[in-house]
């Protein structure tokens, strides 16, 4: 027996505009009709939610919107791919913020601070970080950090705490946009880098909200799979995961 809309919408919290939008954008598929015209959803169409849902909160809506659409055209590899790339990122962005934070408790042992006084022009700064100069440019234009200018040529002066706050940022850069990454960003635009103890709670802090995605993305990989199931990929299914 199918789901009118308002019941479907109400299970998962969303309202009815919602539903209607992820049908039309192809991100779950059309709706039968009942005899006087009525949208009826089915169990399918529940797997579809849950898994939206799932994997929004972990992965976001853009990398969301991709894989239901891959398998709505039946493209089921393509789309174990796009989340197996989320995977890697955060898995590379982990291994950052390791190194980070063994950068800090070296200082941290001999009592050293970052020396602030070699400046480094932007084409340094991003051979050094790996991060586009436009992306260093962007978070300089929202706050994130401010330089100084070289009065003889107006070019922006990069400095250590520069370069350490960049790649914290670079950390969050695959992040799903929450209230929590927007206070973590913040957190990294006033952290004072010659204070080794705030940064390592700061780094800490991070550190949980990796913690807390990977667990998000266990839990999306979950929804995923019973949706893939759900749509007859049982065998392909048993040989890719």
């Known amino acids: 027996m199918g ?16 539903l209607r939008n992820y049908e039309a ?29 799932a994997m929004a909160a972990a992965f976001g809506m853009e990398v969301t919107s991709e894989v239901m659409h891959c398998l709505g055209r ?51 700064v991003s051979r050094r970080t790996g ?17 100084e200018r070289d009065p003889d040529n107006e070019y922006r002066l990069y400095n250590e705490a520069h370069l350490f706050k960049i790649r914290m940022i670079q ?8 209230e929590e990454t927007v206070n973590l960003k913040q957190s990294i635009a006033l952290l004072d880098v010659e204070n080794i103890e705030h940064a390592m709670k700061l780094a800490e802090s991070i550190q949980a909200h990796l913690h807390k995605t990977i667990k998000l993305q266990m839990r ?13 990929f049982t065998e392909t299914t048993e040989a890719h995961l």
């Open 171 to 178: 950390v969050l850069q695959s992040s799903v946009y929450s």
């Open 131 to 147: 991060a586009p100069k436009s992306a260093i440019r962007y978070w300089e234009k929202s706050g994130l950090f401010t330089t």
């Open 3 to 18: 789901l009118r809309p308002k019941k479907l919408a109400e299970k998962y919290g969303l309202s009815g505009s919602t």
């Open 220 to 232: 999306a990989l979950y929804f995923l799979y019973r949706l893939i199931q759900t749509l007859g």
């Open 25 to 53: 954008k192809g991100l779950i598929p059309p709706a039968d009709r009942s005899a006087n015209g009525y949208r009826m959803y089915t169990e399918r169409h529940e797997a579809y939610l849950a898994c939206i849902q």
């Open 74 to 124: 039946n493209e089921l590899d393509d789309a174990l791919w796009i989340v197996r790339d989320r995977e890697v990122m955060l898995h590379r962005e982990k291994a950052r913020l390791d190194q980070l934070v063994r950068e800090l408790k070296s200082y941290s042992e001999v009592s050293q601070a970052y020396d602030f006084n070699q400046h480094f022009s932007i084409h340094e």
